[in-house]
């Protein structure tokens, strides 16, 4: 089992940038892909982007592409989320997941972290 703590949510006015920080406990970090979901008021949880074991290999939403940028530092177990040029679209509270696997696969992230608001306003 895998415990996430995601921090670095905010408001921003859009065009600004955030950096939202994941820190893992339990199995070892270095043995799992790791993923950012965000979750808006009235609507499903989506996929955001995803780095796997490595982070050699990520994939990104294409409504996310270019603007964010995940990373991960297996030896601080911490994944980041960089958000550059923000827009009110991206409001929404963001999630980190763990994958079950060290290489990406979308349909098998199996622990969630609380979440961190991020809203911005136009």
């Known amino acids: 089992q895998v415990q996430l703590v995601e921090s670095g949510g905010g408001l921003v006015q859009a065009g600004g940038s955030l950096r939202l920080s994941c820190a893992a406990s339990?199995?070892?970090?270095?043995?799992?892909?790791m993923g950012w979901f965000r979750q808006a008021p009235g609507k499903e949880r989506e996929f955001v982007a995803a780095?796997?074991?490595?982070?050699?290999?990520?994939y990104y939403a294409d409504s996310v592409k270019g603007r964010f940028t995940i990373s991960r530092d297996n030896a601080k177990n911490t994944v980041w989320l960089q958000m550059n040029s923000l827009k009110p679209e991206d409001t929404a509270v963001y999630y980190c997941a763990a994958g079950l696997y060290k290489y990406i696969d979308l349909k098998n992230f199996g622990s969630w972290g609380q979440g961190t608001q991020v809203t911005v306003s136009s």
């Open positions: 780095i796997a074991w490595t982070g050699s290999n990520t």
């Open positions: 339990g199995r070892t970090f270095s043995s799992y892909a």
